[in-house]
């Protein structure tokens, strides 16, 4: 693990108020370009605020208290919840166009061509070409996928994905972990994936970091550490993935 | 590359249809709407409507009575009442409006910053606007009218100076709010300049409150108009005014009540029109 140009590097990072110091403590994260690193753990055990301190995002009164964040690289973030990452008075296509104008330094006129050219890549209908549609309109998937657009209008070395499926279908949450992985071969960026869905984050990511209570507690290697996990808690959350029931016996029910 | 795509069809969109069908769905700003419009009709079609001059006197016919001839009677000096009564409107609401349009781009856009940049710029809009509150409002307005002389420089300086200040603290708390959304933090990574996020996103999410805060406020600034004219130091004495109407029809309230009271009325009027419309909005943007 040891890279001479590593495109993100976190070293000691310590989170946390006034009053609580321990919200993340002590983290090193070293992510390699086109690489994805999966961070998984349960709710609180400060995965998210990792992930936001990279760009910057901390929610008010929490603060970097220690440690550095070496970032080499051009950040975009995918969020939980595509509906609130939107403007809801913004129709989407010029939002999107937005991105474009400012990040690609382009004209108006080449960033809404350059946007429908991305939402086109992504699978969106192509009556968005004709009619801008306001972000209720449009589903939760289609949200995702604009949401998804906006980060790479921003030409990303790495992606941060803030569980970018928890808020989605299960189907729709298939549909976007396809896109999001054909777009990392085909645009070699490194991904930092944050969930709680290991099995999502194993299908992901070829290393995988363990969370709880604000330190990383186990890191390795996807495969290594789900078929050898060093760590009780690491083995608790294996053992928590439901095993679908016998596929035999179900095919019956399911014709 | 060319990803499955296998959600719904999009929806339509059907958004001025349905506007006109949530006004029809709404009492309150459907029957604001047309009281207003109905005034805003007389007032500007006062020159055909108007069977008198509403400054040529009679003084043959004084305090006569509402009759065929003068509909809600005459004054003192014999001018029909009604010709002033809606001469009167286009100046009070003229001046309403006009008088309203600075304050309330000022105080958006002020509350806008306060709201979005939070620390120092917060501290010092609050600053402002608390000690503007502390103030209290018509002694502002009777400093400013006699410093300025009477007339209408006076209402539309005072408002400038101290209108903002309501739309301030309502779209200061609102836009404090919307800044704590994701889209907002994730606009900021995407790196939109913050000028860009306050004018194409923030604004048009606290303009409907703005607009509601606009009419309550509307209201307050017409009485203010009728008070100053009332004590004399609101717009000058030959150019009809409510506020000068029902001063000058005091004296008589015993013999000609009708001197004051219609002119009463009509402020009345137009201020549940504008209440009327404030509290449709309102609704339909808390349906929504």
């Known amino acids: 693990m040891t890279s001479i140009n590593p495109i993100l590097k976190i070293e000691n990072l310590t989170l946390g108020t006034k009053t609580n110091h321990n919200l993340v403590s002590n983290v090193n994260l070293t992510v390699e370009p086109g690489e994805s690193i999966g961070l998984v753990g349960e709710s609180g055990s400060g995965k998210t605020l990792t992930l936001r301190s990279i760009l910057g995002l901390l929610p008010p009164g929490i603060k970097q208290l220690s440690g550095n964040i070496k970032n080499n690289g051009n950040c975009a973030m995918i969020f939980q919840n595509p509906l609130g990452a939107l403007d809801p008075l913004c129709p989407v296509v010029s939002q999107l166009a937005e991105v474009v104008y400012y990040r690609q330094k382009v004209t108006h006129k080449a960033s809404r061509t350059i946007a429908l050219e991305l939402l086109e890549s992504l699978g969106l209908p192509d009556s968005l070409k004709q009619t801008d549609r306001y972000p209720s309109q449009l589903s939760g998937g289609q949200c995702q996928r604009i949401v998804i657009a906006m980060a790479l209008a921003c030409k990303p070395s790495i992606l941060l994905c803030d569980e970018p499926t928890t808020a989605l279908d299960v189907t729709v949450q298939q549909q976007i972990i396809d896109i999001i992985k054909s777009l990392q071969r085909e645009l070699g960026f490194a991904i930092v994936f944050v969930t709680h869905n290991l099995a999502i984050a194993s299908s992901m990511c070829s290393r995988l970091c363990v969370m709880k209570e604000g330190k990383i507690i186990e890191q390795g290697e996807t495969l290594e550490l789900l078929q050898n996990p060093q760590n009780p808690y690491t083995q608790m959350l294996i053992h928590s993935v439901l095993p679908l029931p016998d596929i035999e016996r179900s095919v019956d029910l399911c014709p | ?288």
Not at chain 2, 46 to 55: E, G, K, L, Q, R
Not at chain 2, 57 to 78: E, N, R
Not at chain 2, 108 to 134: P, S
Not at chain 2, 267 to 275: E, K
């Open chain 2, 1 to 288: 590359m060319k990803l499955t795509q296998n959600d719904s069809p999009l929806r339509d969109n059907k958004r001025i249809k349905t506007f006109f069908r949530k006004i029809w769905n709404t009492p309150a700003l459907l029957w604001g709407m047309i009281m207003l419009f109905l005034l805003i009709g007389i007032a500007i079609l006062a020159p055909v409507i108007s069977p008198y001059d509403p400054s040529k006197q009679d003084l043959f016919a004084i305090l006569q009575p509402p009759s065929v001839k003068h509909w809600i009677g005459t004054d003192q000096l014999g001018r029909d009442l009604f010709a002033r009564l809606i001469y009167a409107a286009r100046t009070d609401l003229t001046i309403m409006v006009l008088a309203e349009v600075i304050p309330f781009c000022t105080g958006v856009l002020l509350g806008m910053l306060a709201g979005y940049y939070g620390k120092w710029v917060d501290t010092i809009i609050t600053l402002f606007t608390d000690t503007f509150i502390a103030f209290p409002f018509y002694l502002i307005v009777i400093i400013v009218a006699f410093a300025t002389g009477a007339g209408q420089q006076g209402i539309y300086i005072t408002f400038i100076l101290v209108g903002w200040i309501v739309f301030a603290r309502v779209i200061k708390g609102l836009s404090a709010s919307f800044r704590k959304q994701e889209w907002i933090a994730a606009a900021q990574t995407l790196g939109l300049p913050g000028y860009k996020i306050i004018l194409r996103h923030l604004l048009p999410n606290v303009l409907p409150q703005a607009i509601i805060v606009l009419m309550t406020d509307m209201v307050g600034l017409l009485v203010a108009i009728v008070t100053l004219g009332y004590l004399g130091i609101g717009i000058a004495p030959p150019t009809p005014d409510w506020g000068t109407m029902i001063s000058d029809g005091q004296s008589f309230i015993t013999t000609a009540w009708w001197l004051s009271t219609i002119p009463g009325c009509a402020v009345v009027y137009t201020g549940i029109a504008l209440s009327l419309i404030g509290d449709g909005l309102a609704d339909i943007w808390r349906r929504k």
